[in-house]
T-cell receptor, first 112, second 115 residues
Framework: ETGVTQTPRHLVMGMTNKKSLKCEQHLGHNAMYWYKQSAKKPLELMFVYNFKEQTENNSVPSRFSPECPNSSHLFLHLHTLQPEDSALYLC???????????FGPGTRLLVL | AQSVTQPDIHITVSEGASLELRCNYSYGATPYLFWYVQSPGQGLQLLLKYFSGDTLVQGIKGFEAEFKRSQSSFNLRKPSVHWSDAAEYFCAVGARAGNNRKLIWGLGTSLGVNP
C-alpha cells in the first residue's frame, strides 16, 4: 500500500449506530487531518494531529471522536449521528502541520 | 478576512482546447498556494504548489499555474485538455495561524470536457 488509505470507502448507518472510520498513511508523515466535504460548501477541517497529539478541533460536535494511536493511523469514531452529517470524510497527512497535504480517497457516509 | 474565490462554478471545454481556471485570494502576507484535483468518488490529488521563487510553477498532468501578486491570483492553465481532465478543481491558500498554517479552500470549479 502506498500513500493514504481509508476504510471503509462507503458506510451507511442509522442515527443510533456506532461506527469508526480508519485512515492509514504510508508516507512517514507526522501530521494527520480529518476533513468533511459536503456539496456546495468549502472543505471543512475537523481535526489536526501532530505527532499523535491533537492540535486543532474546529468546534466539531462531540458525536465525532478522533483517535490517533500513532503517527501512521487516525480514526474517527462516530455515534448518534444526524442526517446532516452525511458527507465525504477525507483524511490527509503532511510532513509537518499545515504543509503540503496528501489525501486519501475518502469515506462516503450516509446517515439514515 | 482570509478567503479564496473560484469565480467559475462549472466550465465546459472541448477536448484539445486550452484551459484556464481562475483563483483569487484575500490574504495580507505572501501565501502558500495550491491546486488540487478531485475525480468522481476520489480524494484530492495535488496538482501543483507555490511557496516562493519563480511565479510560474509546473505541475503534474501538464498543468501549470502563475502567481500574480498584484492581482492576488493563482490561475491554473493547461494548453490542451484531455477527456480524462474532467474533474473538480480546488484552489487553496496556506495562511499563517499562530505557529501553523491553515489551509483555506475555494468552493471548487467543475470541469466538463466535450469529445
Amino acid at each position: 500500500e502506498t500513500g493514504v488509505t481509508q476504510t471503509p470507502r462507503h458506510l451507511v448507518m442509522g442515527m443510533t449506530n456506532k461506527k469508526s472510520l480508519k485512515c492509514e498513511q504510508h508516507l512517514g508523515h507526522n501530521a494527520m487531518y480529518w476533513y468533511k466535504q459536503s456539496a456546495k460548501k468549502p472543505l471543512e477541517l475537523m481535526f489536526v494531529y501532530n505527532f499523535k497529539e491533537q492540535t486543532e478541533n474546529n468546534s466539531v460536535p462531540s458525536r465525532f471522536s478522533p483517535e490517533c494511536p500513532n503517527s501512521s493511523h487516525l480514526f474517527l469514531h462516530l455515534h448518534t449521528l444526524q442526517p446532516e452529517d452525511s458527507a465525504l470524510y477525507l483524511c490527509a497527512s503532511s510532513q509537518r502541520s499545515q504543509e503540503t497535504q496528501y489525501f486519501g480517497p475518502g469515506t462516503r457516509l450516509l446517515v439514515l | 478576512a482570509q478567503s479564496v474565490t473560484q469565480p467559475d462554478i462549472h466550465i465546459t471545454v472541448s477536448e484539445g482546447a486550452s484551459l484556464e481556471l481562475r483563483c483569487n485570494y484575500s490574504y495580507g502576507a505572501t501565501p502558500y498556494l495550491f491546486w488540487y484535483v478531485q475525480s468522481p468518488g476520489q480524494g484530492l490529488q495535488l496538482l501543483l504548489k507555490y511557496f516562493s521563487g519563480d511565479t510560474l510553477v509546473q505541475g503534474i498532468k501538464g498543468f501549470e499555474a502563475e502567481f500574480k501578486r498584484s492581482q492576488s491570483s493563482f490561475n491554473l492553465r493547461k494548453p490542451s485538455v484531455h477527456w480524462s481532465d474532467a474533474a473538480e478543481y480546488f484552489c487553496a491558500v496556506g495562511a499563517r495561524a499562530g505557529n501553523n498554517r491553515k489551509l483555506i479552500w475555494g468552493l471548487g470549479t467543475s470541469l466538463g470536457v466535450n469529445p
